[in-house]
């Protein structure tokens, strides 16, 4: 009799990525965010990295959605933020829908749900 052990390796690469510095981050691109306890997709529209401030744009509503209206509540369009509440960027931006919504992918929805477990 012989055993045979195979290690199956997953093909799937994260559509987000986790960084730990921000000097890869440029105005425009969509991060994840954590604000008032929820997590929530965003735009980055500056940064001010010698006081560890970012300014955001989020989007509504906060995950597990999949799709997102930008928000009409000013408090959130130019949003500052701590650069410790951001937790990742999208490799992929979203998909831009007709409506100026933004959609994610169901592989996107699970990388982002990793992250929010590992905390």
Known sequence: ??????????????????????????????????????????????????????????????FPASIFNRSTSPSLCNLTISTEQFRARFIDNPQQLLNSGIRISAQQLLDIQNIWEEE
Do not use: E, W, Y
């Open 1 to 62: 009799m012989t055993n045979h052990t195979f290690k199956i390796q997953t093909l799937v690469q994260s559509t987000i990525n986790q960084v730990l510095t921000l000097s890869d981050c440029n105005n425009g691109i969509f991060i994840i965010i954590k604000h008032q306890s929820a997590f929530r997709l965003a735009q980055m529209n500056s940064s001010d990295l010698t006081i560890s401030q970012l300014t955001v744009t989020c989007f509504d509503p906060p």
